[in-house]
């Protein structure tokens, strides 16, 4: 569970949503200069509190029996809970949580509060991996992976959007 927490809080994204929440640049100077330090703390918090809710949450392991594979990105573990907007950059409440992570192009893992997938195994649709694959392109920062350049061309088109909303913030939060 230490593992898909610092899977999460390693990110560039994960970072600059946290620098994007601050508006006194001293602070972001502070968080940016003790980034290692900061991540580390989330990565290993967010590790103890998957482990901690373990029993309540459901863990899943998703078979993908579709004819495409599961792509990943630089920002593997992502969110796809439903009630989460994209544009949204407001911390999603505890309940709003279902973390998807790709592990080989069939196999993927989610914990999830929603009822999404039970516990155990579930194969999931092309239409589920193709919802996943945009959903981890979109969260990306620069970088996404496949095992082939065919898979990645409807996705590419995605690569950064969460970043761009993020940066746009981050600015409008310098403005004030």
């Known amino acids: 569970m230490n593992f898909f927490g610092h899977q999460i809080a390693r990110t560039a994204p994960f970072r600059n949503k946290i620098l994007a929440t601050q508006t ?46 599961f792509i990943t990105s630089d920002h593997p573990i992502i969110n796809v809970h439903p ?11 505890s309940e709003e949580a279902d973390f998807f992570y790709p592990i080989s192009p069939r196999i993927a893992y989610m914990i999830n509060k929603s009822d999404l997938f039970p516990s155990g195994i579930s194969h999931v649709s092309i239409d589920f991996v193709k919802a996943m694959n945009r959903k981890l392109a979109i969260h990306s920062d620069q970088y996404i992976i496949s095992t082939t350049e065919t898979q990645l061309r409807p996705y590419k088109k995605f690569v950064g959007q ?14 004030i």
């Open 24 to 69: 006194n640049s001293t602070v972001q100077t502070i968080y940016k200069d003790s980034w290692w330090f900061i991540s580390y703390m989330f990565g290993m918090n967010i590790g103890v509190d998957f482990f901690k809710t373990r029993k309540i949450d459901k863990h899943c392991l998703l078979i993908n029996i579709s004819d495409e594979d």
């Open 83 to 93: 009630n989460i907007n994209e544009n949204d950059l407001n911390a999603p409440s």
């Open 162 to 175: 969460r970043l761009k909303i993020i940066k746009e913030s981050h600015e409008s939060f310098n403005n």
